[in-house]
């Protein structure tokens, strides 16, 4: 478990309860864009508004933010709407121009979270500030690079800290534009419990039609809330036009949304406790099949070994695989999932041949 100094995240007169919902365009365009995209954000009766003043590119060439200009619209939409406004940071140039501008929420970027020296330098400008900051998980799939960060802000003395969930950058093909590896996450929550966590349906899944389905599935997992793109005129904007949505459309979202409770305290238990019952001895017939085919694993790699023939056997491998892939629709089961726990079960395989194989090395 990790430990940070947190405060439960609130703003001057607002407690930031579940689910937390920060809305607005990816990026601020114009002081018009930005006024009126907040008006139509603030009449959807959401409080915290973002919009992006500084934007990495993964290319040279697109709109890269309109940086500091952009700071006095953000301060008018705060008088204007009542909003909370907030915006991403990625040096300690940024930090300072934003707290200047008054901004109430900052957020450390993907690509800015994955290299510890830039978040050390946004940390080190954050001193002595105890404003929320928001931490989204770096581009690549490491919960240590994630917690890190976190806890070099933590260390500069921010206590409203919450992570923000916006998927993971991934060669798979996928429907989604970053694949969300809800797993993650999930361990995250493991690790730090008391972390409020946000999740980025926009840049999980890179379009609208989908949003829905990432929101209700943060809320299932009981994220503490949701930062979604919203722009006035989504078709026209500057940058990640596919993934914002209309206030009105984002409204119509989250009326829809259920949002589950997570005490199990006070539902009927009885049914509860048996179906875990079940589940209990379920998992140790798991737990004895998998250890029968590691047990069939280590003879084999007692055959190989006195035969002298290598570990790995691709071609078997990959009849293994397309087996019980094909299986997978029969037992009810996804692909993916059955895919991914034959992986596991053929790298633990190897792992056992490989001790069976090298005990006389001594070297393992
Ligand atoms: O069939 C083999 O040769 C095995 O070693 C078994 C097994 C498996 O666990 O299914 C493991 C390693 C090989 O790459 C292929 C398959």
């Not at 609130?10 to 930005?34: D, F, H, M, N, Y």
């Not at 004895?288 to 280590?298: P, Q, T």
């Amino acid at each position: 478990m990790v430990n940070l100094d947190l405060e439960p995240l609130s703003l001057p007169g607002l407690e930031l309860k579940r689910p937390i919902i920060i809305a607005g365009p990816c990026s601020a365009e114009t002081e018009e864009q930005v006024l009126e995209t907040a008006r139509q954000v603030a009449a959807q009766g959401v409080k915290l508004f973002r919009a992006g003043i500084w934007k990495p590119r993964t290319r040279p060439g697109a709109f890269e933010g309109v940086g500091s200009i952009g700071l006095p619209w953000l301060k008018r939409v705060k008088e204007e709407t009542g909003l909370f406004v907030g915006t991403e940071v990625a040096t300690g140039h940024h930090v300072y121009e934003a707290l200047k501008h008054g901004i109430d929420i900052l957020w450390i970027g993907a690509r800015t979270s994955a290299n510890p020296f830039a978040v050390q330098e946004v940390a080190d400008a954050l001193q002595g500030v105890n404003i929320p900051v928001l931490v989204k998980n770096p581009v690549n799939p490491d919960l240590e690079l994630w917690i890190g960060a976190i806890e070099r802000v933590n260390r500069a003395g921010v206590k409203k800290i919450a992570a923000i969930h916006r998927g993971f950058s991934s060669i798979d093909k996928s429907e989604y534009r970053n694949h969300p590896q809800w797993q993650i996450p999930i361990e995250l929550r493991r690790r730090v419990p008391n972390l409020p966590i946000i999740t980025d349906p926009s840049h999980i899944t890179g379009k609208r039609e989908l949003l829905f389905d990432v929101m209700q599935e943060a809320m299932d997992l009981n994220f503490d809330g949701l930062i979604i793109e919203s722009h006035m005129c989504p078709e026209k904007a500057w940058s990640d036009a596919s993934q914002q949505c209309t206030p009105v459309q984002l409204k119509e979202m989250l009326d829809k949304l259920v949002i589950r409770h997570h005490n199990i305290g006070d539902t009927p238990r009885v049914t509860l406790d048996q179906l875990r019952k079940k589940i209990d001895s379920l998992d140790v017939k798991l737990l004895e099949l998998m250890k029968e085919r590691m047990a069939v694993s280590e003879a084999i790699g007692k055959y190989k070994y006195e035969n002298n023939i290598t570990i790995l056997q691709t071609r078997r491998y990959d009849e293994v695989m397309k087996d019980r892939i094909e299986k997978a629709a029969k037992y009810n089961l996804d692909n993916e999932f059955v895919e991914k726990m034959f992986e596991i079960i053929h790298e633990e395989s190897i792992h056992r041949q490989s001790i069976v194989m090298n005990k006389d090395l001594g070297q393992k």
